[in-house]
């Protein structure tokens, strides 16, 4: 259902390779790691020993495992360092056990949680049952804020039975629940005893299982970590000590990956990865269905309205925006799911139309109401060329306004939770569409976008979400295609393509979920 490729590699005298995986055609597939997750890098035994950094687009505000995200680009790499991973995923996208295996029996109706015996914490206490009940239970209360709480609050609840086993009972049935596990927080365990001290407390000195304890971190400034003598899996990690720290700027993150000998970087910048790949670094992709997509607000004005969702679809022209922000190395999704996927269609997700667009903002203008909205841009490269783009491209019709707003990295929690913008920059990116498009439309989901509240849709992304059989599962999401495109609750702009591109002796990438890199496989030749 998606396709992993190395574009290029460093090492001398070795041949580009191609990764495919399943249900595509094309080139040959490559497993890499344990976890049977994309991998790059060398193909000799790995070497004990050295340093490496890897470069994120953003910081952590806590190293509280609720409160960081599984998303490639920013804090995965944090996660899977300091709390190792319950699970990961195959390169078709199967749960594959690490610490845990999460199995059910019944449909998706129950789980068994059952993990590897004597795990242990950093500071020598178990990691059991009990302590990831702690863990998942608190991912439903709203004072943690963790980014998985809508998917928590799916689970009814969580029992130990012994000391590796935990049952888990949902709300209703999910039968592919442990992808869900995979791509969050459900997949980072922290002690609980450190825990119950409090977040800001626990970010001093915390404890979990992963290949890596902390040295030293403080808000603003890298995260420094030396390698756990107790992890699970030796004799891994490989590096005795690793960096990890954001560099927002693109230019920026290109130039030290293409300076260094030891620097990794967590990729979406289209145009890094083709110098990257001219340039005979390490590049790895690993392609998904859905994309990066703008929300627009449908809870306030003007977006409460489908004539000025629909007017601003219609008014741009996704080709020229690649050739802007990306000069034209991206790929648009001309489909919610991409050819190589069971639910493929011929729907088109998105049409450029001038004419229709002007009537729109016309007719809106009529009735008092002209379209004017401010784009809230993340303060990375990307987020702020897109939103220039935007603009550049809406200036050219008449009755419509945009603005820009760089907002602060630590303002993005609030404003997403309270759902606080006119438009926003955000993803529904999957290997299989559950949970993603459930999280992005269904109106009974707190991370909801867009906002969007239509019945049909809800009731087609759950039953996507349930569907005893692929045929059901293709009903529905047939059905998901179409009202998106028919309410329009977001642009879709550009697949999302997490990318790591790898400096000259850095080897071992192997990723699971989307795009979440195992540090504990990254080894210095």
């Known amino acids: 259902m998606h396709r992993r490729r190395l574009l290029a590699t460093a090492v001398a005298g070795e041949t580009a390779v191609v990764l495919a995986a399943c249900g595509g055609g094309g080139d040959s597939g490559t497993s890499g790691g344990a976890s049977g997750g994309a991998s790059g890098g060398a193909s000799e035994a790995p070497v004990a020993g050295g340093h490496a950094t890897i470069l994120t687009m953003a910081e952590p505000n806590s190293l509280d495992p609720a409160k960081l995200s599984n998303a490639y680009a920013i804090t995965a790499a944090v996660g899977n360092a300091l709390y190792g991973h319950l699970v990961t995923t195959s390169e078709s996208g199967e749960v594959v056990p690490s610490m845990a295996e999460f199995t059910t029996a019944d449909g998706g109706a129950t789980f068994t949680l059952k993990l590897k015996p004597g795990l242990a914490f950093s500071d020598g206490t178990p990691l059991d049952a009990a302590a990831v009940k702690f863990n998942w239970d608190r991912l439903k209360e709203p004072e943690t804020a963790s980014p998985n709480r809508a998917e928590a609050q799916q689970i009814a609840a969580t029992e130990v039975v012994d000391a590796t086993t935990l049952k888990v009972t949902m709300a209703s049935p999910q039968p592919r629940f442990g992808n869900t596990v995979s791509l969050g927080t459900f997949n980072w365990i922290g002690s609980p005893a450190a825990l119950e001290k409090g977040a800001d407390e626990f970010s001093k000195n915390p404890i979990g299982a992963g290949p890596f304890t902390l040295k030293s971190w403080s808000p603003g400034t890298p995260v420094e970590l030396v390698k756990n003598a107790k992890y699970f899996d030796a004799p891994k990690p490989y590096l005795d000590s690793l960096t990890i720290r954001a560099v927002i700027d693109a230019s920026q993150r290109y130039n030290t990956v293409s300076t260094a000998s030891d620097t990794i970087a967590m990729e979406s910048n289209f145009n890094n990865m083709a110098k990257a790949a001219d340039a005979g670094l390490t590049v790895q992709r690993q392609v998904l269905g859905g994309g990066l997509y703008v929300a627009l607000n449908a809870r306030r004005a003007p977006f409460d309205d489908i004539r000025a969702r629909q007017a601003v679809s219609y008014a741009i022209d996704l080709d020229k925006l690649n050739q802007t922000v990306y000069s034209g190395t991206a790929s648009i999704p001309e489909t919610l799911f991409p050819d190589n996927s069971p639910f493929h269609t011929e729907t088109p997700l998105h049409k450029f139309d001038r004419a229709k667009a002007q009537a729109l903002f016309d007719e809106l ?161």
């Open 365 to 525: 203008a009529a009735e008092g109401k002209p379209v004017k909205f401010t784009y809230s841009a993340y303060p990375s490269t990307e987020s702020r060329t897109l939103g220039e783009s935007l603009q550049a491209q809406l200036a050219s019709f008449k009755n419509v306004t945009v603005e820009i707003k760089v907002i602060d990295t630590a303002d993005i929690p609030r404003l997403r939770s309270q759902h606080d913008y006119d438009a926003i920059q955000s993803s529904a990116a999957f290997l299989d569409p559950d949970p993603a498009l459930w999280i992005a439309f269904s109106a009974d989901s707190v991370n909801n976008m867009s906002g969007v509240d239509d019945p049909d849709l809800t009731d087609a992304v759950l039953a996507g979400r349930t569907g005893a059989t692929l045929e059901d599962r293709k009903a529905a999401y047939g059905i998901v295609e179409k009202k998106v495109v028919e309410l329009t609750p977001v642009l879709f702009m550009s697949t999302v393509e997490p990318a790591i591109v790898g400096a000259k002796n850095t080897h071992g990438f192997v990723q699971y979920g989307l795009g979440s890199l195992l540090p504990e496989e990254i080894w210095i030749k």
